[in-house]
């Protein structure tokens, strides 16, 4: 096989077996890799209904076709499993150099079934994979745990991936760590690994990943790399990282504020990409595997009360979530509650989410000072923002125990309308960082996404018009430039359909979403020319967004599977019924009728049932999921009605 290495890595945790089956070609022509070629496997491997913290679920890590090659920022691994915290579908996708090593050491996935009595981690060197004792590890945090791993097997360029305390202890938004920095956040991964018992997965890898045309691919890779060097949103990203647009957002008053209240806030400087840069905060940018943009951030906190902090990020949602969310506008105690939020193993995003509720409710009088255990839980109060950090990381207390559910349950137990300010939609997460009551493709994509309200699944950036090549695309996909605004709903369903095939399709390949999303130098002209270098086999611009549809039609079905409809795709109650307060957009919301307009051309678009938002037995053939038809057919979630000709 050329691009692919061609094996598949099991790893039964219950039985202590590991043993390699070969990947096949046919499921490579159809899902891609990567994220394609695991919803493939987690929609054969877990059945419905099962238990997401139990040992039928499945952690599959898939790299795709092009990690490992000299294609732009290919380092990107993708996580799949079911979440504990929707009972649905979850993917999420990670960069650092984990699938390139996972890859040079000769596999394209890695599927981890059953759960282990004790803790272990799994120790893959090329063809050598032992399922270790990690009793010594357990209870470490993730910068001991890397560290810890690498001296005991003696190779310091070993790459890790680990849960941390807050896996260990099921909290609903724990995350997997790369390398220590590094986060497949969402989703609560890192608990579907402490579920099983499962430390960390440690990889080393000698090998290399051969391509089909290599002085083509090379050509193709360098005249790709050279459009991102002169793209103006790749250029920010290198120089600010993503908290370089900060400042931009919060202009267009989307910048989540005083949990949701209001999408501005006057002291936005201090949470800039920016203002890293200027105080000397920044110590080095850094890259995932093969990338020229290198948008992570490390920063230092040299003196004053957090002196000797030292963390990956603030990324912008982390930015807004533990910053303008919580009122904490003092960029050391940012850093601060990102480090703790990474060698902990919490995802930055529902963790603010989920403090700043409680801030809301003490401050509403819906939380009391006993409720919080003498914890003054007002707005900008930085010192319990640090704490409640970590007592939900080790479920500490009552208030601990209470936010390490997550918002849905949380606020189940509290009842008194808490949910109207809490943010989470009907299929549980929590919303990522931004204010769609002023983004409306972003609603659309939020409320169809099969995650939860979050921008990492479909990503429309281009709606906003910030870039030349944004605009071009708008125009290309509307007919008219004059729609690259955020504030219209008309053909927000052709934006989205169009991001969401082009997303699936590059994350599918193994390469970053900002290359062809934020950035738009990676067409999907590029990916198929590439896709066709690297694996010689051939595949048009058509075809290959054509399985990027596939991909995104099987994970909608998954859902379907479990019992999923229409009813799910929806948003936060305050974003569905109180107007923004302030800024160009003032007054807009994301109200039922709004978002019930766009999900039905949506579906349509898709050829999906409007009624019940599940794919018609035509779609899933046309997409060659004739297997997927048949299981649904017998579990009767297909629609009555047959797809209009
Ligand atoms: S752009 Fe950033 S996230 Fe993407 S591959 Fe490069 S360094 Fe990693």
Redesign the pocket.
Known sequence: MYGWVGKILYVDLSKGKTWVEPLKEELCKKFLGNRGINAKILWDLVKPGIDPLGPENVMIFGTGPLTGTTAP?S??VTVTFKSPVTNLYFKTNV?GHFGAELKFAGYDHLVVLGASKKPVYIWIDDDHVEIRDASHLWGKDVRETDKMIKEEIGDKDIITVCCGPAGENLVYFASIMVSVYNAAGRGSGGAVMGSKKLKAIAVRGSGQVEVKEPEKFYELALEVRRKLSQDSGAIS?HLYGTSGSVAAVNELHAFPTRNWQLGHTDKIEYLTGQYLVEKGYLVRSV??FG?S????RYVMVKGGKYAGTFTGGPEYETMSALGSGPEVYNTEAVIKANELCNILGLDTISTGDVIQWAMESYERGVLTKEDTEGIDLRFGNEEALIELIKKIAYTEGKLGNLLADGLKRATEKVGKDSWKWAMFNAKGLEQSRVDTRVAKAYSLAFAVNPRGPDHLHTETFAEFGASPEAVELIEKLTGDKKWASPYYTEYRPEIVRWHEDCYAVTEALGI?V?TSTAAYAVNPANMAEMFTYATGIKMTEEEIMFAGRRIVTLEKCFNVREGADRKLDNLPWRMMHEPAPTGPGKGLVNSPEELNAMLDRYYELHEWDKKTSWPYKETLIKLGLEDVAKELEKLGRLPKATAKK
Not at 293 to 296: A, F, Q
């Open positions: 920022s380092g990107r960069g990203l890259a995932c990338c943009i290198g948008c992570h970053c900002f």
